[in-house]
């Protein structure tokens, strides 16, 4: 019974894949006239923006961590998406990783040595959800890992 509905997808992944990752991506092969190349903005240490017409590219990038998520990187996150939510000329946000990894979950080396009250009085993480906040619909592009931390980050997309 399932078998037909398997011999379609086998087709057509077989002759050319269905889904493109955006790390492929190369400015210079894209026939799209407003594509633009990815930068590191000097205030940006976690993220890569780019935009490509309307959509708005934003890759996590601690490539040595696995894209580990850190509150520094949070902040940045959420910056960086309350400027491109507040931009009339960005109508979608794409948010990724790397291709082994799209987040390895919560920076444990940043937590190791706190204690539970000071996480509770200091609302430590608290602000990791201001992403749900974001009016522009975020799609997560998620390849390879996405524990803990980044499966939350990727559902709330």
């Not at 903005?41 to 935009?51: G, N, Q, R, V």
Request: hydrophobic share 45%.
């Amino acid at each position: 019974m399932f078998a037909a509905l398997r011999q379609p997808l086998a087709r057509a992944s077989a002759a050319k894949p269905l889904v493109r990752s955006f790390s492929a991506y190369s400015p210079l092969q894209s026939k799209c006239p407003h594509a633009v190349a990815p930068t590191k903005s000097p205030k940006l240490e976690y993220l890569l923006t780019e935009t490509r017409g309307r959509v708005a590219l934003v890759t996590l990038h601690r490539p040595k961590a696995l894209n580990a998520l850190c509150n520094d990187l949070f902040v940045e996150l959420n910056q960086v998406l309350k400027d491109i939510d507040n931009n009339k000329e960005i109508g979608a946000i794409v948010l990724t990783g790397s291709e082994r990894a799209f987040a390895a979950g919560a920076d444990i080396k940043e937590m190791k040595d706190r204690q539970f009250i000071e996480n509770y009085v200091e609302d430590f993480l608290g602000h990791w959800t201001q992403i749900t906040k974001i009016r522009k619909p975020i799609i997560a592009a998620v390849n390879g890992f996405a524990l803990g931390g980044g499966c939350e980050l990727a559902m709330m997309c």
